[in-house]
Protein backbone atom coordinates (compact mmCIF):
# COMPACT_ATOMS: atom_id res chain seq x y z
CA UNK A 1 0.00 0.00 0.00
CA UNK A 2 2.87 2.04 0.93
CA UNK A 3 4.31 1.85 -2.54
CA UNK A 4 1.02 2.35 -4.60
CA UNK A 5 1.38 5.62 -2.14
CA UNK A 6 4.48 6.67 -3.61
CA UNK A 7 3.85 5.93 -6.93
CA UNK A 8 0.53 8.27 -6.75
CA UNK A 9 3.43 11.10 -5.19
CA UNK A 10 5.76 10.84 -7.73
CA UNK A 11 2.66 11.15 -10.27
CA UNK A 12 1.49 14.44 -8.64
CA UNK A 13 4.80 15.69 -8.02
CA UNK A 14 5.30 15.86 -11.98
CA UNK A 15 2.33 17.21 -12.84
CA UNK A 16 2.75 20.04 -10.12
CA UNK A 17 6.42 20.80 -11.77
CA UNK A 18 4.96 21.12 -15.20
CA UNK A 19 1.41 22.79 -14.63
CA UNK A 20 2.06 24.75 -11.59
CA UNK A 21 -0.72 22.78 -10.03
CA UNK A 22 -2.17 19.22 -9.97
CA UNK A 23 -0.97 17.60 -7.51
CA UNK A 24 -4.29 17.24 -5.47
CA UNK A 25 -6.09 16.54 -8.34
CA UNK A 26 -3.76 13.97 -9.56
CA UNK A 27 -2.71 11.57 -6.22
CA UNK A 28 -5.23 13.39 -3.89
CA UNK A 29 -8.29 10.61 -5.22
CA UNK A 30 -5.85 7.95 -4.72
CA UNK A 31 -4.20 8.67 -1.51
CA UNK A 32 -7.98 8.83 0.01
CA UNK A 33 -8.63 5.28 -1.51
CA UNK A 34 -5.25 4.03 -0.18
CA UNK A 35 -5.02 6.07 3.07
CA UNK A 36 -8.74 6.94 3.84
CA UNK A 37 -10.80 10.37 2.91
CA UNK A 38 -9.86 12.01 6.14
CA UNK A 39 -6.11 10.99 6.54
CA UNK A 40 -5.42 10.92 3.08
CA UNK A 41 -6.26 14.15 2.61
CA UNK A 42 -3.71 15.46 5.59
CA UNK A 43 -1.42 13.77 3.62
CA UNK A 44 -2.03 15.36 0.60
CA UNK A 45 -1.90 18.33 2.32
CA UNK A 46 1.97 17.65 3.99
CA UNK A 47 3.04 16.93 0.63
CA UNK A 48 2.15 20.33 -0.87
CA UNK A 49 3.38 22.30 1.37
CA UNK A 50 6.70 20.67 1.04
CA UNK A 51 6.64 20.63 -2.97
CA UNK A 52 5.34 24.04 -3.22
CA UNK A 53 8.32 25.23 -1.54
CA UNK A 54 10.67 23.48 -3.81
CA UNK A 55 8.82 24.98 -6.58
CA UNK A 56 8.92 28.65 -5.29
CA UNK A 57 12.45 28.76 -4.83
CA UNK A 58 13.12 28.17 -8.64
CA UNK A 59 9.90 30.83 -9.44
CA UNK A 60 10.31 33.42 -6.93
CA UNK A 61 10.88 36.18 -9.03
CA UNK A 62 7.94 34.90 -10.72
CA UNK A 63 5.51 35.42 -8.43
CA UNK A 64 3.16 38.75 -8.49
CA UNK A 65 2.79 39.33 -4.68
CA UNK A 66 -0.18 42.29 -5.22
CA UNK A 67 -2.31 39.11 -6.73
CA UNK A 68 -1.54 36.75 -4.00
CA UNK A 69 -2.82 38.74 -1.33
CA UNK A 70 -6.28 39.54 -3.56
CA UNK A 71 -6.54 35.87 -3.65
CA UNK A 72 -5.10 34.49 0.04
CA UNK A 73 -7.21 36.21 1.62
CA UNK A 74 -10.84 35.24 1.48
CA UNK A 75 -8.93 31.83 0.74
CA UNK A 76 -7.73 31.71 4.66
CA UNK A 77 -11.80 32.55 5.21
CA UNK A 78 -12.48 29.44 3.29
CA UNK A 79 -10.28 26.86 5.40
CA UNK A 80 -12.31 27.44 8.72
CA UNK A 81 -16.04 25.29 6.82
CA UNK A 82 -13.64 23.39 4.44
CA UNK A 83 -11.71 22.00 7.44
CA UNK A 84 -15.28 21.67 9.33
CA UNK A 85 -16.45 19.36 6.41
CA UNK A 86 -13.55 17.35 6.31
CA UNK A 87 -13.54 16.32 10.27
CA UNK A 88 -16.84 15.85 10.60
CA UNK A 89 -18.14 14.33 7.03
CA UNK A 90 -18.39 10.28 7.54
CA UNK A 91 -15.81 8.79 5.12
CA UNK A 92 -18.01 7.39 2.84
CA UNK A 93 -19.75 10.68 2.67
CA UNK A 94 -16.00 12.45 2.69
CA UNK A 95 -14.97 10.28 -0.61
CA UNK A 96 -17.79 10.51 -2.48
CA UNK A 97 -17.98 14.48 -1.99
CA UNK A 98 -14.42 14.75 -2.78
CA UNK A 99 -15.13 12.87 -5.93
CA UNK A 100 -17.91 15.25 -6.95
CA UNK A 101 -15.73 18.51 -5.77
CA UNK A 102 -13.19 17.07 -7.91
CA UNK A 103 -15.16 16.85 -11.00
CA UNK A 104 -17.05 20.24 -10.67
CA UNK A 105 -13.99 21.87 -10.37
CA UNK A 106 -12.33 20.02 -13.17
CA UNK A 107 -15.77 20.54 -15.41
CA UNK A 108 -15.36 24.53 -14.47
CA UNK A 109 -11.60 24.52 -15.65
CA UNK A 110 -12.61 22.87 -19.15
CA UNK A 111 -15.88 25.40 -19.69
CA UNK A 112 -14.16 28.56 -18.05
CA UNK A 113 -11.47 28.03 -21.12
CA UNK A 114 -13.99 28.18 -23.80
CA UNK A 115 -15.25 31.58 -23.04
CA UNK A 116 -13.42 34.58 -24.35
CA UNK A 117 -14.02 37.12 -21.86
CA UNK A 118 -11.49 38.66 -19.25
CA UNK A 119 -13.00 39.77 -15.62
CA UNK A 120 -11.07 42.42 -13.76
CA UNK A 121 -11.19 43.91 -10.05
CA UNK A 122 -11.42 42.10 -6.75
CA UNK A 123 -14.70 40.36 -6.64
CA UNK A 124 -13.06 37.69 -9.12
CA UNK A 125 -10.49 37.25 -6.97
CA UNK A 126 -12.39 37.06 -4.13
CA UNK A 127 -14.84 34.51 -4.75
CA UNK A 128 -11.96 32.26 -6.51
CA UNK A 129 -10.28 32.34 -3.37
CA UNK A 130 -13.10 31.37 -0.78
CA UNK A 131 -13.79 28.87 -3.45
CA UNK A 132 -10.35 27.69 -3.75
CA UNK A 133 -10.02 27.82 0.31
CA UNK A 134 -12.70 25.52 0.74
CA UNK A 135 -11.76 22.69 -1.62
CA UNK A 136 -8.22 22.85 -0.47
CA UNK A 137 -9.04 22.19 3.19
CA UNK A 138 -11.94 19.69 2.45
CA UNK A 139 -10.66 17.68 -0.55
CA UNK A 140 -6.75 19.22 -0.85
CA UNK A 141 -7.89 20.16 -4.49
CA UNK A 142 -7.61 24.28 -4.99
CA UNK A 143 -6.09 24.12 -8.13
CA UNK A 144 -9.50 24.19 -10.05
CA UNK A 145 -11.15 27.46 -8.79
CA UNK A 146 -8.05 29.21 -9.23
CA UNK A 147 -7.59 27.78 -12.90
CA UNK A 148 -10.99 28.86 -13.37
CA UNK A 149 -9.91 32.86 -12.19
CA UNK A 150 -6.98 32.32 -14.17
CA UNK A 151 -8.57 31.67 -17.34
CA UNK A 152 -11.16 34.60 -17.00
CA UNK A 153 -8.73 37.07 -15.59
CA UNK A 154 -6.76 35.89 -18.67
CA UNK A 155 -3.64 35.49 -16.11
CA UNK A 156 -1.00 34.60 -18.16
CA UNK A 157 0.69 30.60 -17.57
CA UNK A 158 4.36 31.90 -15.65
CA UNK A 159 2.74 34.40 -13.31
CA UNK A 160 -0.07 32.28 -12.24
CA UNK A 161 2.18 28.95 -11.88
CA UNK A 162 4.63 31.08 -9.96
CA UNK A 163 2.51 33.10 -7.57
CA UNK A 164 0.38 29.66 -6.67
CA UNK A 165 3.18 28.32 -5.37
CA UNK A 166 3.52 30.80 -2.32
CA UNK A 167 -0.59 30.22 -2.18
CA UNK A 168 -0.58 26.70 -1.56
CA UNK A 169 1.90 27.04 1.19
CA UNK A 170 -0.22 29.38 3.26
CA UNK A 171 -3.55 27.51 2.32
CA UNK A 172 -2.57 24.33 2.51
CA UNK A 173 -0.59 25.01 5.82
CA UNK A 174 -3.31 26.97 7.58
CA UNK A 175 -6.10 23.99 5.97
CA UNK A 176 -3.52 21.38 7.52
CA UNK A 177 -3.65 23.24 11.34
CA UNK A 178 -7.15 23.65 11.16
CA UNK A 179 -7.93 19.67 10.22
CA UNK A 180 -6.14 18.74 13.37
CA UNK A 181 -7.35 21.32 15.71
CA UNK A 182 -10.25 19.90 15.33
CA UNK A 183 -10.07 16.44 14.52
CA UNK A 184 -7.86 16.20 17.24
CA UNK A 185 -5.67 13.65 15.19
CA UNK A 186 -1.60 13.65 15.44
CA UNK A 187 0.17 13.58 12.23
CA UNK A 188 3.28 11.69 13.20
CA UNK A 189 0.68 8.46 13.59
CA UNK A 190 -0.87 8.56 10.43
CA UNK A 191 2.06 6.68 8.99
CA UNK A 192 5.36 4.97 10.07
CA UNK A 193 8.39 6.88 9.79
CA UNK A 194 10.25 4.87 6.78
CA UNK A 195 6.87 5.74 4.58
CA UNK A 196 7.29 9.56 5.18
CA UNK A 197 11.21 9.09 3.67
CA UNK A 198 9.94 7.13 1.11
CA UNK A 199 6.92 10.04 0.31
CA UNK A 200 10.21 12.38 0.33
CA UNK A 201 11.69 10.64 -2.02
CA UNK A 202 9.03 9.97 -4.31
CA UNK A 203 8.21 14.06 -4.22
CA UNK A 204 11.67 14.43 -5.08
CA UNK A 205 12.27 11.78 -7.87
CA UNK A 206 8.38 13.20 -9.23
CA UNK A 207 9.81 17.51 -9.34
CA UNK A 208 12.96 16.30 -11.08
CA UNK A 209 10.95 14.07 -13.82
CA UNK A 210 8.59 17.20 -13.91
CA UNK A 211 11.27 19.49 -14.61
CA UNK A 212 12.87 17.17 -17.50
CA UNK A 213 9.50 16.52 -19.19
CA UNK A 214 8.51 20.46 -18.79
CA UNK A 215 10.90 21.22 -21.71
CA UNK A 216 9.60 18.40 -23.72
CA UNK A 217 5.69 18.65 -23.73
CA UNK A 218 3.63 21.48 -24.53
CA UNK A 219 1.67 22.60 -21.75
CA UNK A 220 -1.49 21.97 -23.33
CA UNK A 221 -0.43 18.17 -23.90
CA UNK A 222 0.74 18.22 -19.56
CA UNK A 223 -2.60 19.47 -18.50
CA UNK A 224 -4.92 17.40 -20.83
CA UNK A 225 -2.96 14.44 -19.26
CA UNK A 226 -3.46 15.74 -15.97
CA UNK A 227 -7.19 16.31 -16.63
CA UNK A 228 -7.45 12.93 -17.83
CA UNK A 229 -6.16 11.06 -14.68
CA UNK A 230 -8.11 13.17 -12.18
CA UNK A 231 -11.04 12.55 -14.00
CA UNK A 232 -10.30 8.17 -13.52
CA UNK A 233 -9.29 8.95 -10.05
CA UNK A 234 -12.38 11.05 -8.93
CA UNK A 235 -14.53 8.43 -10.31
CA UNK A 236 -12.87 5.73 -8.76
CA UNK A 237 -12.66 7.58 -5.48
CA UNK A 238 -17.34 8.18 -5.98
CA UNK A 239 -17.21 4.23 -6.70
CA UNK A 240 -15.35 3.62 -3.20
CA UNK A 241 -17.37 5.74 -1.21
CA UNK A 242 -20.81 4.44 -2.51
CA UNK A 243 -19.42 0.90 -1.89
CA UNK A 244 -18.40 1.56 1.08
Not at 21 to 33: A, D, N, T
Not at 102 to 114: E, N
Request: glycine letters at 12%; one cysteine or more; proline letters at 5%.
Amino acid sequence: MIALVIVAVVFGAAAQRITGMGFGLVSGPFLVLLIGPFDGILVVNLCAIVMASAVLSRVWRHVEWRRYVLVVVPALVGVLPGSWLAATLPGPALSVSIGLLLILGLCGSLVASRFNVSLQGAPPALVAGFASGVMNSAAAVGGPAMGIYAVLTRWHQRPFAATLQPYFITVTFSSLVAKLWISGDNVAELLPLWAWVGILLGIVLGLTAGERISHRVSHEAARLGVIVIAFAGAVVTILHGLLA
